[in-house]
């Protein structure tokens, strides 16, 4: 066990110097930070998961076993990655021919709050939204939007859920969370909190 400053990395796992890991986080069995990265505070990154370098990790992050999240690849605050889910970064990869210049990668936003579900897979390119819900074993092959529900292959949209992750139930434009209370608005696919 390796207690640095104020986050925990396990014994078996390696923080390449310089990363920038926040208090309280925690870096469970067999995981690799790779220089330049930035996780925040109270993260917890699971078991064989893999922080390439130059990636951008939020506050509040939570990040289960088997993931490995590319350079290209920014998780904002609050983010939870399922188990085995997958990040890429290049846009047409092949062994046999090297990807080295900056159009051969792109970039992939993930919105505060977002879940991706187990097995899930997000092309590179893409943007989940704020609060977006994507269920296990779905492929993102296009952006998803603020507090939508996508699942399948390709990721569609099914529905759309509030802050805490229940579904939300519509009367016309507008909505409300039936645990929570929270009240939202839709206009096309762009819906947003109400205050």
Same mark, same amino acid.
């Given at each position: 066990?390796? @207690?640095?400053?104020?986050y925990f990395v396990h014994e078996s796992?390696? @923080?390449d110097d310089p990363a920038d890991i926040g208090e309280g986080t925690k870096i =469970?069995?067999?995981s690799? @930070?790779?220089h330049g990265s930035s996780i925040g505070k109270n993260c917890t990154i699971g078991q064989n998961v893999l922080v390439g370098p130059n990636v951008r990790i939020g506050n509040n992050v939570k990040i289960q076993n088997n993931v490995s999240i590319y350079e290209g690849v920014e998780l904002e605050d609050e983010v939870f990655c399922g188990p085995s889910m997958v990040f890429t970064n290049v846009t047409r990869p092949r062994s046999g021919t090297p990807r080295n210049t900056p159009a051969d990668f792109a970039r992939t936003l993930v919105r505060r709050g977002a879940t991706i579900g187990a097995n899930a897979t997000i092309v590179c390119g893409t943007t989940v939204g704020a609060y977006g819900f994507v269920g296990a074993g779905s492929v993102v092959t296009k952006n998803v939007p603020d507090f939508a529900v996508v699942y399948g292959n390709p990721a569609r949209t099914h529905g759309y859920a509030c802050i805490c992750g229940l579904?939300?139930? =519509?009367?016309?434009a507008l909505a409300h969370c039936l645990d929570c209370g929270r #009240?939202? #608005?839709?206009?096309?696919?762009h819906v947003r909190e109400m205050p």
């Open positions: 066990m390796i @207690v640095a400053a104020s796992s390696y @923080v =469970w069995h067999f690799h @930070v790779m579904a939300l139930h =519509w009367a016309g #009240a939202y #608005a839709r206009e096309n696919d």
